[in-house]
């Protein structure tokens, strides 16, 4: 494993190790709590907690502070996959190469993880496992709350089941996918800056994840199209054969990489005056594009 | 109308006021937003912000304050209905004498409205529109969000479906319905010591909050059973036709009864020493055992 893989794995085993630990001082009487936990500890990468402690380190803030505002953020993240798989949105058997968390316990057990999952990513924010003053855990809320709800990720699953085998223009295609994957990429870089107190690097920090967020996306597309369907765990051309619209649907194959290379470009240049600090946001940048899984 | 009947509307146009201006400063680009909408302002009682009023009324707290929690809890509530009526739920497709989200609105923009709507209820508890300080914002968060997750609404939920047909002990009914239904009447009462920042008052209005949700429950067994169809805008005998567990289905009409009795004799009994201030809250639960719909 190269350094970065093993920094990326030692963090999300933390991500993991506190979710446990917050799980299990709770009443846990059904199996909504296996499912909240079935696609959570999957062994996926858990980049945007990755990114998150990228953030906190530009600002040089501590890890610890970094572990429950990341945990709250795959939680969401956790709850929009398991409900974008439902057979009412994408129809998605599997994820990761399991089955997906409906196929697995039912529909029903999944719309109520999910919710669970949503709820839950709110009350860690707010509880004593978030060692912060409470000024600073409402403001977290707050940013979260824009971007997980009508406004962003519920909004974006919207307009992408919306947009389904009908061409819309490249700037519909990008505010669609800030709402599904950016805003919470922006909030992971802007929970910094929120912990920080550094109300002034709020925005710039949020547009930062903002672009690793659409990064994220083409990179998807083009993983999606070009990918190998063993290393990814689910079968390939899915955007395809379900008529979705995406960049590289839109653009074609050479204006999508090179929108890639342009936005890997840009963030590169932001975080450049914060020299070695932005070590990791950068190498995340880096590995969003190039990864293969 | 009676002056109950005056002041319940009263207050019910006030949230439904107060949640179409907040929403009018959100970006309402989709049809979720038509729909977080539908059930929300669909003239129902709001119960739930009349007790959250007549526990703000207890400790003397102002109806200003009152307002946008009981908005939140309203959105709580909505999401809750609209997830509820799912097809891989209890598969209603009436509710209120209109046709339910996902039948008017199609089955994925109702669970992303639903999802919308719990998410838009932490953002107004932090959002400027409560003029409170942000360590209450962030423990009305905690609270809210305890009651709302696998451990509140969204476990209640799921051992409901998981009761049907099967016969349950009284214990286990009780729990699944303070779940489903008292936890967030519990968080209506414990609101205002919240806000009131009186910790010693939080379990007491929690618990009376808790007893008028179960009270809400036995009645809402017996309209089921007894109740006139026109009136609740929804078949009767729902709960027998699809084998769900209920109190009334376990210990018998009768009991039934004399429960509800204690209950509401309970929750007279634990407001006497409020006097006057306690009218609104002894008056909502009078009303929710002998509404007739």
Chains 1, 2 share one sequence.
Do not use: W
């Not at 709590?33 to 990468?45: C, I, R």
């Not at 798989?85 to 089955?99: H, Q, T, V």
């Not at 597309?221 to 979705?244: N, R, T």
């Not at 194959?253 to 914060?274: D, G, H, M, P, R």
Request: hydrophobic fraction near 35%; include cysteine.
């Amino acid at each position: 494993m190269s350094s970065f893989s093993t920094d990326l794995k030692s963090f999300a085993d933390k991500i993991d190790s506190f979710l446990l630990d917050y799980f299990k001082q709770q009443e846990q009487p059904t199996k909504i709590y296996e499912a909240m936990g079935y696609g959570l500890f999957s062994g996926g990468k858990k980049i945007r907690s990755y990114l998150t402690l990228g953030a906190f380190d530009l600002l040089e803030l501590e890890e610890s502070l970094a572990i429950p505002v990341a945990a709250a953020i795959e939680c969401v993240h956790s709850y929009s996959l398991i409900h974008d798989d439902l057979p009412s949105m994408d129809n998605d058997d599997f994820r990761r190469g399991k089955e997906s968390t409906h196929k697995k316990f039912g529909e029903s057990t999944a719309i109520l993880a999910g919710n669970s999952l949503l709820t839950i990513a709110f009350e860690i924010l707010t509880s004593d496992a978030l060692h912060l003053d409470k000024e600073t855990k409402s403001d977290l809320v707050f940013a979260l709350a824009s971007c997980s709800g009508h406004q962003g990720i519920a909004g974006g699953q919207y307009l992408d089941l919306s947009f389904e085998g009908k061409q819309q223009t490249q700037e519909a295609i990008i505010d669609m996918e800030n709402k599904k994957t950016g805003v919470l990429m922006g909030f992971c870089c802007e929970a910094a800056a929120i912990v920080g107190k550094k109300k002034e690097l709020r925005e710039e920090l949020r547009k930062i994840g903002l672009d690793m967020g659409l990064l994220f996306q083409v990179a998807d597309d083009l993983l999606d199209a070009y990918g190998d369907q063993q290393k990814m765990g689910k079968p390939s051309k899915q955007d395809d054969i379900k008529g979705k619209v995406t960049l590289l649907s839109t653009l074609g194959l050479e204006s999508t990489k090179k929108l890639a290379e342009n936005l890997l470009n840009k963030i590169q240049q932001s975080l450049k005056k914060y020299g070695s600090k932005s070590n990791r946001l950068v190498t995340s940048a880096e590995f969003i594009l190039k990864r293969d899984h």
